[in-house]
């Protein structure tokens, strides 16, 4: 049902999105928690995001993979309901519901249409289960077998290989070292006591956002706010997490997979955190390094002249804290060292001069071309409002992203990844087979 509406108000969708953002309203609740709100009246649906200070970096020691299976477990009960009780009431409303945990937040949705009469009690099981979560025993084992089924899949991924442990070499002991999804033994350590530990701990006013996008008066988002948000207990912030260690050599490590075909290589730093003053600089400049796909450098000498790789990339995924910044390639393993070589050459090369000219105006032409298609659905709204909202970034980020997008210049380029960028000091891991 809720497909085939969605598939028939999208021949109708107007997109909300131009050079400007959407206007935000802001508010907070007296038990703390904040609220952010986007009225957009062009399709009867709303989305709403809750967004806690629950990801896995406030996995306690030992019980890694618990901020993911806690919120993973929120709608599989609440008062006399059960998992099937609530998706079928979900379903049955036209509604959806979802939650998810990474390394910094924890998020639990709910989509729905705008008609009081399927809206109204969709917000009420989403409060319910907001509120009141049950953790049933019996759904714990369920998941955690599905989890533990997922990491055994991944142990026989050389990609899964390869992200897990370059975090765990980049991070060492810090909290975004391990893996959201936890491990074999954290994952059979967790008990239900541990979930409601946690829950109750982070799952609270003064540690909460809340994103409403789509066909609501801010009247009546004000009450939706209330009643969903509302009810949850003060409660404390959660504390600061550590700062990131900086590295001052170079780290190589090498995992043996004899059944890869190919090679898998991740080589990065740590690199900037939401809201950091060189954000712009380095997000251009990262566009023409290896984010801009085949029209990148890393694409051009790597793939296009050397023949080394499909595909090769590099990103910047900022966090609370200093996230990292990420090259990654797939080459055969006979050519992994060749491969290696160039792309530490290409990245060299550009923090030692920058771009061109030519290349950041056709970075810059990209950037702000792609960027309404980041604001053409409620739901994309609702994802950029709960970054603004959890990072605590200006409510003119959007409006200003253009702007600040078209202001960078060469030199920003070049002094940004010069200070921040340092090609001899990088974690190097490296999956393969023989050569």
Do not use: C
């Not at 509604?95 to 008609?115: P, Q, W």
Request: charge should be neutral.
């Amino acid at each position: 049902m809720f497909a085939r509406t969605l598939v028939f108000l999208g021949l109708l969708f107007i997109s909300v999105a131009a050079s400007a953002g959407p206007k935000i309203h802001h508010w907070t609740l007296e038990n703390g928690a904040r609220i952010y709100f986007v009225e957009a009246h062009e399709l009867p649906m709303l989305q709403i995001r809750a967004v806690f200070d629950a990801g896995s970096s406030r996995d306690p020691a030992g019980k890694a993979g618990l901020a993911r299976l806690t919120s993973s477990m929120l709608d599989e009960g609440t008062g006399n309901l059960g998992a099937d009780d609530i998706a079928g009431q979900f379903e049955g409303l036209g509604a959806e519901f979802g939650a998810g945990a990474d390394r910094d937040m924890a998020t639990v949705d709910l989509r729905s249409l705008s008609d009081a009469a399927l809206l109204d009690p969709a917000l009420d099981l989403f409060a319910k289960i907001l509120a009141a979560p049950s953790f049933p025993a019996a759904s714990l084992e369920r998941q955690r077998e599905q989890v533990l089924v997922a990491l055994q899949k991944d142990m026989q991924s050389p990609g899964a290989v390869a992200d897990k442990t370059f975090y765990r070499e980049l991070y060492g002991d810090h909290p975004y070292a391990h893996d959201p999804l936890g491990d074999m033994t954290s994952v059979k350590a967790i008990t239900r006591e541990d979930l409601l530990a946690h829950y109750r701990s982070y799952y609270v006013g003064a540690n909460a956002w809340l994103v409403i996008v789509g066909d609501a008066s801010k009247r009546q988002a004000r009450k939706i706010a209330e009643r969903t948000m509302g009810q949850l207990p003060a409660g404390r912030a959660a504390l600061p997490i550590p700062l990131v260690r900086t590295l001052y050599a170079p780290l190589q490590k090498q995992v043996a997979f004899p059944a890869a075909t190919q090679t898998h290589i991740l080589l990065g730093q740590t690199g900037m955190r939401r809201g950091d003053p060189d954000y712009f600089p380095l997000y251009v400049g990262n566009y023409i390094l290896g984010g801009g796909g085949l029209v990148s450098r890393l694409s051009t000498e790597v793939r296009e002249k050397q023949g080394l790789s499909y595909s090769v990339y590099s990103y910047f995924l900022p966090l609370r804290k200093a996230g990292p910044m990420i090259v990654g390639l797939q080459t055969k393993n006979t050519q992994r060292d060749q491969a290696l070589n160039v792309v530490r050459k290409v990245i060299s090369d550009f923090v030692a001069k920058g771009p061109t000219e030519k290349e950041l105006n056709a970075a810059k032409k990209h950037i702000t071309g792609g960027f309404p298609l980041r604001l053409d659905s409620n739901a994309k709204i609702a994802e950029n409002l709960a970054v603004i909202a959890f990072y605590d970034l200006p409510l003119t980020y959007l409006d200003d992203f253009i702007p600040r997008v078209e202001a960078v210049t060469v030199e920003q380029i070049r002094k940004a990844f010069w200070q921040r960028v340092h090609p001899n000091q990088m974690v190097t891991v490296v999956v393969g087979g023989s050569r």
